[in-house]
């Protein structure tokens, strides 16, 4: 399995612009996550799913942040409009539910907002 | 609300000793607890998960302790070698979940 898959792995973009981040899961497991790491924050969840279903968005920091999960294998996280405060390595990871409890990440995607 | 607290200090020690990483949670009580390994530039890895009715679990050269009592879980690699140098993130479920609340973590520098 290639585990979890991100794209972009960079993006830079200017104050203002829409940015969308993409997740490919593991394939068969039904939780995905949707992490952001700062050096001040640390690592912080934004919003989970299970099969398809977002069930606690409680962490994502406000309206401006928006993700979606139109089918297993697919996610998106979308901020619009971006701040330079969006800047951070967002991770997605996913899990089996069935199986275990540890959580297998992506390689990250970082955001850069000038 | 909860609370997680790793060292922030960096711990340095000589390759071939035992490595023993702190991680304190204030405020709740945990179902259980996982510990992931960072290396710069990628994604957290699990390493480990006790639950809250275990006092210890091993893997290999890893020791996770857990003391509800003390709401402490301590980690400890031994015979470490230069390989194990990274930084290892605490995290404590949020409840029965899968979510999951990760301390800042503690970087780990092995000597050779």
């Known amino acids: 399995d290639a585990g979890v898959i991100q794209s972009p792995r960079h993006e830079v973009t200017e104050m203002g612009q829409e940015v969308t981040l993409r997740c490919k899961p593991i394939?068969?497991?039904?939780?995905l996550f949707w992490y952001r790491q700062t050096m001040m924050r640390g690592l912080e969840l934004l919003i989970y799913?299970?099969?398809?279903?977002?069930?606690?968005d409680s962490g994502m920091p406000e309206d401006r942040f928006s993700a979606k999960m139109p089918n297993a294998s697919f996610s998106t996280l979308k901020i619009q409009p971006s701040e330079p405060r969006d800047s951070a390595v967002y991770f997605c990871?996913?899990?089996?539910?069935?199986?275990?409890?540890?959580?297998?990440f992506g390689p990250g995607t970082r955001l850069t907002v000038t | 609300s909860q609370k997680i607290e790793q060292n922030s200090e960096a711990l340095n020690i000589q390759e071939g000793k035992t490595a023993t990483l702190t991680c304190n949670y204030t405020?709740?009580?945990?179902?259980?607890l996982q510990w992931y390994r960072q290396d710069p530039g990628r994604g957290p890895v699990f390493l480990l998960l006790?639950?809250?009715?275990?006092k210890e679990k091993r893997k290999e050269r890893l020791k996770v302790t857990f003391d509800t009592t003390l709401k402490q879980s301590l980690f400890h690699i031994t015979a470490s070698q230069p390989a194990d140098s990274a930084t290892y993130l605490c995290?404590?479920?949020?409840?029965?979940?899968?979510?999951?609340?990760f301390g800042s973590g503690t970087r780990l520098l092995v000597r050779p």
């Open positions: 990871a996913s899990l089996n539910g069935a199986s275990a409890y540890e959580q297998y």
């Open positions: 394939s068969g497991h039904d939780y």
């Open positions: 799913f299970n099969n398809n279903v977002p069930i606690d």
């Open positions: 405020n709740y009580s945990p179902a259980y």
């Open positions: 006790i639950r809250e009715n275990e």
């Open positions: 995290a404590p479920s949020m409840d029965s979940s899968y979510k999951l609340i």
